[in-house]
């Protein structure tokens, strides 16, 4: 009987250790993004970007100090549902463009080129819990560009040769299929690899001097 007393006082202390870990990754959280909406002074395009950026370092600064993704994108959500009421529904086409004009620029791709169309259009089918893995995960954005470039090359060859419609549609979708499980699609991943991790890392060193203290200071008040 004492035995089982003690097990039953284990897990509710544990339960309740988990339940304060809880409270307190959620704390530190809402304060984060409160900072950031509470330093809107305009509705103004430039401020919109503004905080698209700010909103960028933050999802991918707190995925790296490990929160839970589960309480970030319960917050996400809520953010960005504020800022597309106080912005208009366009706010996170925004929030990708910037981060995609990002990606590009570091990558040295024009931003008037064609594979610089492609990936914009990729990216804005990006889900909102996938975003943050273009910022920090070097496969998934390594993954992500290698098949945009495919995708991009079927389009291309398909709308050269004038072919349209939803029947033409549906052999480009089988074209692209041929080519991301092809030696090309595989080539551009591994060429691309190296670029994009030390691209990843470089953004994960920026990040590092802007978490700082950070949870310290939002316990502290």
């Known amino acids: 009987m004492g035995s089982i007393n003690k097990t039953i006082r284990k897990n509710l202390l544990e339960a ?24 809107i002074t305009s509705k103004s395009k430039r401020s919109q970007k503004d905080v698209a950026s700010k909103i960028l370092v933050e999802m991918v600064s707190l995925r790296k100090q490990g929160f839970s993704e589960e309480l970030l994108m319960e ?21 990708k463009e910037i981060g995609m004009k990002w990606i590009l620029e570091k990558l040295g791709i024009s931003p008037t080129s064609y594979i610089s169309e492609v990936l914009q259009a990729a990216a804005g089918d990006l889900s909102l819990s996938e975003i943050p893995k273009l910022f920090s995960d070097c496969n998934f954005t390594t993954e992500f560009i290698a098949h945009a470039f495919a995708e991009g090359y079927g389009k291309k060859l398909m709308d050269e040769k004038g072919f349209d419609g939803i029947f033409m549609s549906t052999i480009r979708n089988g074209l692209v299929e041929m080519l991301t499980k092809s030696d090309f ?19 994960d060193d920026k990040l590092e001097k802007v978490a700082g203290t950070m949870k310290d200071k939002v316990l502290a008040n």
């Open 16 to 39: 309740k250790e988990n339940k304060k870990s809880v409270l307190t990754e959620q704390k530190i959280i809402i304060s984060r993004y409160s900072i950031i909406s509470e330093g």
């Open 75 to 95: 917050q996400e959500k809520s953010f960005f549902s504020s800022m597309s009421s106080l912005f208009g529904g366009g706010f996170l086409d925004t929030f």
């Open 185 to 203: 699609y595989k080539n551009i991943a591994s060429s691309l690899t190296p670029y994009v991790c030390k691209l990843i890392g470089g953004l």
